[in-house]
C-alpha cells in the first residue's frame, strides 16, 4: 500500500493513537515515530528501519515541563541547558523512569529526549497524551531525510502516514549530551555547537561521539549514512586529473570542480548552516548519479563543520 503524503494533524494523531508509525518533521531530520509508552508500538519502528534492537530511540516531548514525567532525576545542570536551548537541536541523556519502556533504552537506565523545533510537529505532539519515540526516518545505515519525498522514497509502504512539514531547517541530527559526573559530554556532535553549549555551560565539556566501541551510546556507530556508491576522501585536488570525470561524483564544500557533471556543492557562499542544511541532499543526489564513485572533502571543523566532518567521517567508514 502507498503511504500518503499530507498535513494531516488529525490523522497523524489518530495513527498514533492507534499504534501506528508516522513520519514527522522536525527542524533536524525527519522521524520515524511511534508512542514512546506502546512497547508494541516501538516495536514497528525498528521492523520498519530494519534497526538493530540495541540501538537505543530518542523520545520527543512537546515541552520542557514535561521532562519531568519521564525522568528520575532532578537535573540541575542539563535541565538548564535544555531550558534554554529547547525546542531546538540538542538531546539530553538522563535517567529514565518506568514509564519510559526498555525497549526504547534497549535496556539503559538513560532516555535520551528532546523538544523538536518545528511547528507541526509540536502542534502534533501538544495533541497527544504520550511522548513519541522517534529515530531518523531511513533505513539503518542509510541517509538521513530531510524532506518529506525522502522518507517516501526510502520507507513507502513501511510508514502508515508521512507529515509534511517541508526541509528541514537545520539538516544534521540532534547534538546529543549527558553528564558523567561534574562533566558533560558530548555523544553525538550535531545541530546545536558546542560553541554554544560551551557559552551556557560552567564546566568541562568533553567530545565522545566517534567511536566504534562506545558503551554510552551502544547505537552511535561509526558506518552511517552510507550512500551504495564508493566512498573516497579527497585531500588533494591534483588527484581528480586522473579520474575518469564521468564515473566520478563530487561532494564539494564551496568551489566546484570543473569538468565534473556528477557534483554537489555544499554553499557556494562557504557558509556551514547553509552546507548543513543540504548535506544529506548533496548525498542522496550523488548516489543517484550514474557514477561509480565519490570523492567527498571535509569542511572547516567549526560550529556545524565539526557536525557535518563527523558525518562524512561515517559515509568513508567501512564497518
Ligand atoms: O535530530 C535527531 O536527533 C533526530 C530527530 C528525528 O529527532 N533523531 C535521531 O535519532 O537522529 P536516531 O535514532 O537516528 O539517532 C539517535 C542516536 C542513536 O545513535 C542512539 O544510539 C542514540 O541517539 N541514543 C538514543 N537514546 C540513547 C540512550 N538512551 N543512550 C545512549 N544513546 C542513545
Ligand atoms: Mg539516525
Redesign the pocket.
Known sequence: MQTEIGTDIAKAKMILERGGLVA?P????????ANALDPLAVARIFEAKN?PAF??????ISKFKELYKYTSSSLDKLGKIANKFWPG?L?I?VP?NDRIPDI???G?????I?V?GHPLTLELLSTLDFPVA?????PFTYI?PTTARHVYDQLNGRVDYILDGGPSR?G???T?V?MEGNEMVV??K??LEIEELQAVFEGTIRINDFSDSNP??????KK?YSPDKRVLLLTDDTRLEECDKDKTGLLRYSSPVTGFSSQFVLSEKADLKEAAARLFEGLRYLDKCPIDTVFIEFVPEAGLGRAINDRLRRTLAEE
Request: charged share 15%.
Open positions: 514527522i522536525t527542524e533536524t531530520v525527519y522521524g520515524l515515530a534497526r540501538d537505543p530511540l530518542i523520545v520527543h537541536p538531546t541523556l529514565k526504547v533504552t534497549s539503559s537506565e538513560r532516555v535520551g528532546r523538536p522517534a529515530p531518523s526516518a531511513n538521513s537545520v544534521v541530527e540532534s546529543i549527558g555523544y553525538r550535531g545541530g554510552q551510546a551502544p547505537g552511535m556507530l552511517h
